[in-house]
């Protein structure tokens, strides 16, 4: 990936992602883990703060080697035991049915084959456990939409992967997961950054 890829990118993320523009949603996301949890995209553990006591180990799955060295401090203030799972959600190096429950922040924008990963997540994680999802995504006004499209191919380059377009509860459901709920709404902050999707969805 190079000097930006490897050690600016994951240190300019986590500025963003830590800021607390993220704080209700990142709660809302987390509210109810419990048990063991895998968690794709875990980052610099920037939803290590908001995992519930009942949350008996997290299992990471972060291909930045910087991003998991940044999230040491946060690491250090938690109870909860974090255990690093490999860096691929597409090929998640743990044995089928062995979660309770999935979390994904902000990850299906960005890993290349997000219908993969969540094929892994369906895998790993037992019948009738649950994928708990927060996600931005395309716009659903359309002079929004059309300025994300337009800066799709920088955000792709300059953002390690990321899009702007996809749509995540669409990509959700077509994995086969039955969403039990979620909301979408404008968070603050610039507009084609700012649509964001929660919710959970169950493991059929």
Request: with cysteine; glycine share 10%; proline share 7%.
């Amino acid at each position: 990936m190079g000097l930006y890829g490897d050690r600016v990118l994951p240190l300019v993320i986590d500025r963003v992602c830590a800021s607390g523009i993220f704080t209700r949603w990142r709660a809302r996301v987390c509210a109810g883990l419990a048990g063991s949890v895998v968690e794709i995209g875990f980052g610099s553990g920037t939803n290590v703060p908001f995992y519930p006591p009942e949350v008996e180990v997290v299992y990471a799955v972060e291909p930045s080697a910087r991003a998991l060295a940044l999230a040491a401090p946060r690491l250090a203030r938690s109870a909860t035991r974090v255990v690093v799972a490999g860096g691929d959600a597409q090929s998640i190096a743990l044995a089928d049915d062995s979660c309770d429950v999935a979390l994904a922040t902000f990850v299906l924008c960005t890993v290349p084959d997000p219908a993969r990963a969540l094929a892994e997540v369906r895998r790993v994680v037992r019948p009738g456990g649950t994928l708990h999802f927060l996600e931005h995504g395309a716009a659903e006004g359309a002079g929004v939409l059309a300025l994300q499209h337009l800066l799709d191919p920088l955000e792709v380059r300059l953002a390690g992967g990321c899009h702007l377009t996809r749509r995540p509860l669409e990509l959700v459901r077509a994995a086969g997961l039955e969403v039990e709920w979620h909301e979408s709404g404008r968070a603050r902050g610039p507009a084609p950054w700012s649509q964001f999707t929660v919710g959970v969805a169950r493991v059929p």
